[in-house]
């Protein structure tokens, strides 16, 4: 059962990217759900993420918001993240470096693995082939298993060093 549903988390990540309408509809409904208001400043935060390729320190997603028409309040922007965490579409990355990156939510981004540079910290996220997932969540499965343990996903990082650090 929990094989299908991962099925679908791998099929939205595979059109990622172009659908934006879709990311804020699928966030919209989370925070009616926590009765919560979707804000400009949430909605922009939300696109600028949208756009990443990998999580996002707050610097960088000030830095990023400045090039869109709005311009992201720092101000807030750690009140906003807290509440984008609170009604489940952003979640929390650390790295190597200690300094908090942000993502949206696996089940909104679609599933994927990080690259973590170890030296700088720098995460960049990439997608590894369905059928590497396929026999990955087989092997993982079995061997929850054995220990009586119920899997339900799986979380692989690369660690190494990046472009710029190797
Ligand atoms: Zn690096
Ligand atoms: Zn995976």
């Given at each position: 059962m929990s094989v299908a549903k991962k099925r679908t988390h791998h099929g939205h990540g595979n059109t990622n990217g172009s659908e934006h309408s879709d990311v804020h509809g699928e966030v919209m409904r989370r925070f009616i759900k926590h009765d919560q208001r979707y804000t400009s400043q949430r909605r922009l935060i939300v696109t600028v993420l949208t756009a990443s390729d990998r999580p996002l320190m707050i610097q960088q997603m000030l830095k990023r918001s400045s090039s869109t028409k709005k311009v992201l309040a720092q101000s807030s922007l750690y009140r906003n993240l807290v509440v984008l965490e609170d009604v489940g579409v952003v979640q929390r990355i650390f790295s190597t470096d200690d300094v908090a990156r942000y993502e949206l939510n696996e089940d909104i981004l679609g599933h994927h693995h990080h690259l973590v540079?170890?030296?700088?910290g720098d995460i960049r996220d990439v997608r590894i082939p369905e059928s590497l997932e396929s026999s990955l969540d087989s092997t993982l499965a079995k061997i929850a298993k054995r220990s009586g343990f119920q899997l339900d996903q799986h979380r692989l990082d690369l660690i190494g060093r990046c472009g710029k650090c190797a």
């Open positions: 540079c170890s030296k700088c």
